[in-house]
């Protein structure tokens, strides 16, 4: 395990490193969906340039969520990047500002292949993440500013494709969201013990979240591909009593360490949902591809936290 004064590993700390896997998967589920839905083929380098620019403002919502919670977090988590003095408040600021910067320039490159979707999605993720960092995080509508830029990261990923977006895509997108906004609500106090009414409302919450995912084949123009999955709804039960479970445990014994291991179950969770959508409009090998970047993820949560 490295060194915790290893001044490289302060900064993949600060930038949650682990999630950032989580990220990348909602991106390439969502450019894979569209693919399928307008039967085009994925325009691979623009789909390099959705995911970095994902990639990039994700970290940069990273960054700027522990450099607004520093004077917090120097109460309550001393141990972390910014309140240690591992990592300098000036350069956790010009971190995050390069990060949004060149994250949205990513998504402006890919408009001169695609259009302007990808441009306007980025620019209103930007503004998402700056918002729920700076202003809203401490507020009851945080979560759902969190949801936001969830359900905007997966369109990202939709926009390398030209064609008009159906109830499909906004579905999928808005599931995805969703269950976010109940992670959200559910870490809202993981650093101390948490309200037991508030982690059971955000459980119902994540299995919305889920059963829109688990209905979205019912959307497709095959109206034939449900039924040629019928172990698809009891693999969203299975999905759905593990997340659960973890979850009802926190709630029996909401202390940090519960509601954090929780979390980061439901986070990591991200990565097999992409892989699911994925292998149900593309196939067996696209949704393996998703589901390696669980390796990373898994790993690097071994060495800094996620939460």
Not at 16 to 27: E, G, I, K, Q
Not at 68 to 75: A, G, K, S
Not at 125 to 136: Q, T
Not at 237 to 255: D, M
Request: one cysteine or more; glycine letters at 8%; charged letters at 10%.
């Amino acid at each position: 395990m490295p060194r915790r004064d290893w001044k490289l590993l302060a900064y993949l700390e600060l930038l949650r490193l682990p999630n950032v896997f989580t990220a990348v998967a909602d991106v390439l589920m969502g450019g894979w969906l569209a693919a399928a839905v307008a039967g085009t083929a994925l325009p691979q380098g623009v789909m390099a340039l959705a995911v970095a620019a994902s990639g990039c403002l994700y970290l940069a919502g990273m960054v700027w969520n522990d450099y607004f919670d520093r004077n917090h977090d120097l109460q309550l988590r001393p141990a972390r990047p910014i309140p240690s003095r591992r990592v300098p408040e000036s350069a956790a600021q010009w971190l995050g500002s390069e990060l949004i910067i060149l994250g949205v320039a990513l998504a402006m490159v890919a408009t001169y292949f695609v259009g302007w979707r990808p441009a306007w999605i980025s620019l209103a993720l930007a503004a998402a993440v700056l918002a729920y960092d700076g202003l809203l995080k401490s507020t009851w509508f945080g979560p759902v500013n969190m949801g936001l830029c969830r359900t905007l990261n997966v369109l990202l990923g939709m926009s390398v494709i030209t064609a008009p977006w159906q109830a499909v895509h906004y579905t999928v997108a808005g599931g995805i969201g969703l269950y976010i906004v109940g992670v959200t609500w559910f870490a809202r106090t993981e650093a101390s013990t948490s309200n037991r009414a508030l982690l059971l409302a955000s459980t119902l919450v994540m299995w919305a979240g889920m059963a829109m995912l688990a209905w979205f084949p019912n959307l497709l123009a095959d109206s034939a591909i449900s039924q040629k999955f019928e172990i698809w709804y009891f693999f969203w039960l299975l999905l759905g009593a593990q997340i659960g479970w973890r979850c009802l445990r926190a709630v029996g014994n909401p202390q940090p360490a519960h509601v954090q291991l929780a979390v980061k179950n439901a986070l990591f969770s991200l990565i097999i949902f992409d892989a699911a959508v994925t292998m149900v409009v593309q196939g067996w090998q696209p949704a393996i591809l998703i589901l390696l970047l669980l390796v990373p993820s898994v790993v690097l949560s071994r060495w800094m936290y996620v939460t």
